[in-house]
């Protein structure tokens, strides 16, 4: 029953850009902070980039500093993942996650259906 949609993913060459975008309910987009996520074939699901619900402060793995942006817009109540300079590396299904900001998956407890991301070299 996942209650986020995640939306934007696709195929794309190294180098190039892609937005992802999760569509959240109203009273879990109010109430929670959001992250994104990404797993890859056979390994974990690993953090990605994540977003105070208070503050609006983001943090990013080292891995997408300065080629990925999270941002949200709250009329919309929805969250972004805007990725630039995308490498081969970046290829995983991304997922949204509702919960409470941190690196640790377990801390969320609302998830999306995910989004297949390929980069090709």
């Known amino acids: 029953q996942a209650q986020l949609v995640e939306s934007g993913g696709g195929l794309v060459q190294a180098g190039g850009s892609l937005r992802l975008s999760c569509a959240v309910p109203?009273?879990?987009?109010?109430?929670?902070?959001l992250g994104w996520f990404r797993q890859g074939p056979g390994k974990e699901r690993e953090f990605v980039s994540a977003?105070?619900?208070?503050?609006?402060?983001?943090v990013y793995r080292d891995s997408v500093k300065g080629r990925f942006t999270i941002s949200r817009d709250n009329a919309k109540s929805t969250v972004y993942l805007q990725m630039t300079s995308l490498k081969p590396e970046d290829t995983a299904v991304y997922y949204c996650?509702?919960?409470?900001?941190?690196?640790?998956?377990?801390?969320?407890?609302?998830w999306g259906q995910g989004t297949q991301v390929t980069v090709s070299a």
């Open positions: 996650g509702a919960g409470s900001t941190s690196f640790n998956p377990k801390a969320y407890n609302f």
């Open positions: 977003i105070s619900r208070t503050t609006g402060n983001a």
């Open positions: 109203r009273h879990t987009f109010s109430r929670y902070d």
